[in-house]
């Protein structure tokens, strides 16, 4: 079964995985399918039912990230964010981890109540508690990577060699190609976004 993990980057910015949650079902997706069926129902439906975002995301992810982007909910915006491979600032553990729990509180009528099942509370609760109790300075960001299915996470901090075969350890400011944003999060509760390529290291 696929797991989700957490990840530290420290101030040279190489990653390591932190910890690993089993059955990465129980975040990410739940996080989308809640958000979607509250921002963008009707796109859901078909008819033969209402559909699963997971199985259209191509399609669906950019109609509701533009939703998500204007929303005035900073719980939604965090969760969807952490959801997608996003760069958080370690200094913002605190108010992070607190919108998590929000999340669960606010968004219970959704996705056939799924988050008012214990167990995915629990999940939920249990990365929250670890994001809240990251070393900030040791480590002054991190990333969830929602499963374990793909390797896109290890790739920013890594490669395999050809000629040796070995693994190389690499720093996330070596990429020379966009793959994440730091999400920086304003005295407002506004968000703004900074490419791996634009940001200063």
């Excluded at 609760?125 to 480590?139: G, V």
């Excluded at 990333?143 to 690499?170: I, L, P, Q, R």
């Amino acid at each position: 079964m696929s797991y989700s993990s957490l990840w530290l980057i420290d101030k040279e910015y190489k990653g390591y995985e932190e910890k690993e949650y089993k059955n990465s079902w129980l975040f990410a997706p739940i996080i989308w399918e809640v958000l979607a069926e509250k921002y963008i129902h009707n796109e859901l439906i078909t008819e033969w039912g209402t559909k699963s975002i997971v199985m259209d995301s191509g399609k669906l992810f950019p109609v509701l990230n533009k939703k998500i982007n204007s929303s005035e909910y900073l719980f939604d915006r965090i969760c969807w964010e952490l959801s997608n491979l996003q760069t958080f600032y370690a200094k913002d553990k605190v108010l992070v981890a607190e919108q998590i729990r929000l999340f669960t509180i606010k968004n219970t009528k959704y996705y056939n109540d799924a988050l008012s099942k214990e167990h995915v509370i629990e999940r939920f609760n249990e990365i929250a508690d670890d994001i809240e109790s990251i070393d900030e300075n040791k480590f002054p960001f991190f990333v969830f990577k929602g499963t374990s299915v793909d390797d896109n996470v290890e790739y920013w901090f890594g490669h395999c060699d050809e000629e040796t075969d070995e693994w190389v350890e690499t720093s996330l400011k070596d990429m020379d190609n966009h793959i994440t944003e730091f999400v920086l999060i304003k005295e407002d509760n506004t968000i703004e976004f900074i490419s791996n390529l634009n940001f200063k290291y």
